[in-house]
């Protein structure tokens, strides 16, 4: 019984793990999309014609920016941990090749699907 509780958490360690692990990928990307849009528009602002339209519109994509990234810095430990739980935890399930060693009896199995 303590194993498949144990088996149990490591499923669950390995579902979050994949959620983080999208939801890390997904701000990534668009860190890079708005860190590119913000290049554009200092790019394309002219400090002669001091265009406050897009003064504003370059502070409103730098805020957007420092959010990203705060939201990346707050997932990343948490998807770093999840990792290192999991390969923890691997080793009682898994042989060295991979493969899975861990027996469910017919018992357990109702369990699990419950």
Do not use: H, W
């Amino acid at each position: 019984a303590a194993q498949l509780q144990t088996f149990n958490q490591f499923k669950i360690q390995c579902g979050a793990f994949g959620r983080l692990y999208i939801d890390v990928k997904l701000y990534v990307e668009e860190y890079s999309e708005k860190k590119t849009q913000l290049e554009q528009l200092r790019n394309d602002y002219d400090e002669e014609k001091d265009d406050k339209a897009k003064r504003v519109a370059i502070k409103q994509q730098r805020i957007s920016v420092e959010e990203v990234e705060r939201t990346i810095a707050d997932l990343r430990p948490k998807l770093l941990a999840t990792y290192d739980k999991i390969n923890e935890m691997k080793d009682q399930f898994y042989d060295k090749d991979g493969k899975l060693q861990y027996e469910v009896s017919d018992k357990e199995a109702t369990k699990l699907a419950k």
